[in-house]
């Protein structure tokens, strides 16, 4: 599991992950602040927003989801959110909401009142864009 998070350049303090190969793993990472990698936003509201990994296509070309957390956006990054609410509300795997997210691993099942570690995600969150 440790594979998976290597330091890296500027945010050195905070480990990289793949959001696809971490999603499994998220549970063994509470309280650890990382930046997820190839996160594809999807239903983007003022509280949260969805960050689905892909698996790279299979042989038929059809993407699979390998795993998603949720992402509670720091209350100072307007900016980031904002950009989120207009271009990834819907549930499109649009390649403008693909993106890294910066943030502490929490488990979000309890406010769900699901059973511990079913929903994983990252809270105080900033929005990497690409540009």
């Not at 983007?44 to 790279?56: N, Q, R, V, Y």
């Not at 819907?90 to 943030?103: I, K, M, R, T």
Request: some cysteine; aromatic content about 4%.
């Amino acid at each position: 599991m440790s594979a998976l998070l290597l330091p890296s350049g500027a945010h050195a303090r905070d480990a990289h992950a793949d959001a696809a190969a971490f999603a499994a793993a998220a549970r063994h990472h509470v309280g650890e602040r990382v930046t997820l990698d190839h996160c594809h936003l999807v239903y983007a509201t003022d509280d949260e927003i969805t960050c689905i990994g892909l698996l790279p296509e299979d042989a038929a070309g059809n993407v699979r989801l390998a795993g998603k957390l949720l992402i509670r956006v720091a209350a100072a990054e307007m900016q980031g959110r904002t950009r989120a609410l207009a271009l990834c509300a819907g549930g499109a795997l649009d390649e403008a909401c693909e993106v890294s997210v910066a943030g502490e691993v929490f488990d979000a099942s309890p406010s769900f009142g699901l059973g511990a570690a079913q929903l994983m995600g990252l809270r105080e969150a900033t929005i990497c864009w690409p540009d």
